[in-house]
């Protein structure tokens, strides 16, 4: 029971570079969301996902781009990194619902903008 | 706008001793609330939710939540605290609307004294 798995786990990169983030879950979920965890903000919505091919922008969503044509995979990419994407990014799924269901968190994702 | 807020960075208490982690929410509609904990390194995980029903939540690993409308409150609880219940805590809301969203407190980092 693989649940939902991020890669890299730990990156370093530079400023203006293009950077992907991974996320595949195996539940089949219809929600798929990517977040930023930032000390003194929690965790940010980037964008989410309702269904492969359905993406909408969250909280914070400028300078990210995200795709998802399958329902497993969710890839998130930092067109051109800056330093203010430094950050712990985690991807999360859930099921099909009216915004009651429980949300499943990756491990996470370390990214280091140098 | 739904938002909670967190009012405590650090919660300090001693093994055995019962816990309190706060969180105060303002919402429009009827509140979805939630109570995640991140261990170090790791993803966050679900502790339990309220939708509607009882205003005491029991959850996982013995935690609880008492919802409280007048207070518009959702403290997370627990008789007896252990060093492992050490982490940082976030209580979250659900956005309005039919979606899945939910939108994060800053997090309070419990720390338990041996």
């Known amino acids: 029971d693989a649940g939902i798995t991020q890669s890299p786990r730990y990156k370093i990169t530079e400023t203006g570079r293009q950077v992907t983030l991974m996320c595949h879950q195996t539940?089949?979920?219809?929600?798929m969301f990517w977040y930023r965890q930032d000390l003194g903000h929690g965790l940010r919505l980037i964008y989410y996902s309702a269904a492969a091919d359905i993406t909408d922008k969250g909280e914070v969503p400028d300078g990210y781009v995200v795709s998802r044509s399958k329902t497993e995979n969710f890839p998130l990419t930092l067109e051109s990194a800056t330093r203010s994407q430094t950050s712990v990014y985690f991807c999360a799924s859930s099921t099909e619902g009216g915004g009651v269901e429980t949300q499943y968190f990756g491990p996470g994702t370390r990214l280091l903008v140098l | 706008a739904q938002s909670v807020a967190q009012p405590e960075d650090q919660v300090n208490v001693a093994e055995g001793n019962p816990l309190t982690v706060k969180c105060t929410y303002s919402v429009s509609g009827n509140p979805y609330l939630f109570w995640y904990v991140q261990y170090p390194n790791r993803g966050l995980q679900f502790l339990l939710k309220?939708?509607?029903?009882?205003?005491l939540v029991k959850g996982s690993y013995g935690f609880e939540a008492e919802f409280n409308k007048s207070q518009t409150s959702f403290h997370l609880k627990k008789p007896s605290a252990l060093v492992s219940d050490s982490a940082l805590y976030f209580c979250?809301?659900?956005?309005?609307?039919?979606?899945?969203?939910?939108?994060f407190g800053t997090g309070t980092l419990l720390a338990v004294q041996p």
């Open positions: 539940w089949s979920h219809s929600y």
């Open positions: 979250a809301v659900r956005d309005g609307g039919a979606t899945n969203k939910l939108i």
């Open positions: 309220y939708i509607t029903g009882d205003n």
